[in-house]
């Protein structure tokens, strides 16, 4: 029928979210520094991803012109939040650097 792939944030990256309610149906919604911290973690980058030749907004087509300044520093503390978590993941680091 078609494949699914499961992902799992760690639990010590699953905080700043609201909990809301639709048709009486609970249901957590992120901001949307939170919500692109959280794709970026969870998504699959190629392997032969090269750095200096990989435009990361571009590739995704991330519409980043709304992302406020407001919105930038709520990423960036993600980034500090995570360090020791992030350590070991060298897709991490590579999108804080650059």
């Given at each position: 029928?078609?494949?699914?792939?499961?992902?799992?944030?760690?639990?010590e990256l699953y905080f700043d979210f609201q909990i809301r309610e639709a048709y009486g149906v609970p249901y957590a919604q992120a901001?949307?520094?939170?919500?692109?911290?959280?794709?970026?973690y969870l998504r699959t980058l190629p392997v032969e991803v090269e750095p200096q030749r990989y435009?990361?907004?571009?590739?995704?087509?991330?519409?980043?012109?709304g992302f406020g300044q407001a919105e930038r520093e709520e990423f960036a503390s993600y980034g500090l939040k995570s360090e020791a978590i992030?350590?070991?993941?060298?897709?991490?680091?590579?999108?804080w650097t650059n």
């Open positions: 029928m078609g494949a699914f792939v499961y992902r799992h944030i760690q639990p901001s949307v520094a939170k919500s692109l911290f959280d794709d970026l435009n990361l907004a571009e590739e995704l087509r991330l519409n980043l012109d992030r350590k070991g993941v060298r897709k991490m680091r590579w999108i």
